[in-house]
């Protein structure tokens, strides 16, 4: 009898262990991996990627990560509820927007007035939506037609 309660013990143990091994840190955030720049907004042009300069955010498990500008790299912190994302990066506070997993949109990036999108590597994204646009040029007031009068 003895022999058959240490083996169901032993069992119940075992089974026990099995149960709680899944139990862990939690899931990984679907937002998790490296992004780049992709195109930047501001007053109706849109500036690609490469115009923008070598930009790209490593976002890592637990809330870490690291941003990179031009070679230089920095911590971060980042947090995602819902389609919300707040990164921390030298103080500051950006919050983006996230969409399909794929795309982040910062609307006002560090105060600039400027709209910046990032793109996960990896993900299949529609990148023609971020053509760069021309603006006419800027016609010399002195030097333009004068318009008719009216009569």
């Given at each position: 009898?003895?022999?058959?309660?240490s083996a169901a013990l032993g069992l119940l143990l075992l089974l026990s262990a099995l149960a709680l091994g899944g139990c862990g840190p939690s899931s990984k955030d679907a937002l998790e991996g490296k992004w780049n720049v992709a195109a930047g907004e501001m007053m109706g042009?849109?500036?690609?990627?490469?115009?923008?300069?070598?930009?790209?955010?490593?976002?890592?498990?637990?809330?870490?990560?690291?941003?990179?500008?031009?070679?230089?790299?920095?911590?971060?912190?980042?947090?995602?509820?819902?389609?919300?994302?707040?990164?921390?990066?030298?103080?500051?506070?950006?919050?983006?927007?996230?969409?399909?997993?794929?795309?982040?949109?910062?609307?006002?990036?560090?105060?600039?007035?400027?709209?910046?999108?990032?793109?996960?590597?990896?993900?299949?994204?529609?990148?023609?939506?971020?053509?760069?646009?021309?603006?006419?040029?800027?016609?010399?007031?002195?030097?333009?037609?004068?318009?008719?009068?009216?009569?």
């Amino acid at each position: 009898m003895k022999k058959y309660l240490s083996a169901a013990l032993g069992l119940l143990l075992l089974l026990s262990a099995l149960a709680l091994g899944g139990c862990g840190p939690s899931s990984k955030d679907a937002l998790e991996g490296k992004w780049n720049v992709a195109a930047g907004e501001m007053m109706g042009v849109i500036l690609g990627g490469d115009d923008i300069g070598g930009f790209s955010l490593d976002l890592k498990n637990g809330g870490k990560g690291t941003a990179t500008v031009n070679g230089s790299t920095g911590d971060l912190t980042w947090k995602h509820e819902g389609d919300k994302v707040t990164l921390e990066i030298s103080g500051e506070t950006l919050t983006a927007t996230a969409k399909d997993d794929a795309i982040l949109t910062f609307d006002d990036f560090m105060g600039m007035g400027m709209k910046i999108y990032f793109v996960k590597e990896g993900a299949s994204v529609d990148m023609s939506q971020f053509q760069t646009t021309t603006v006419a040029p800027v016609t010399d007031p002195g030097t333009a037609a004068e318009a008719p009068t009216p009569e």
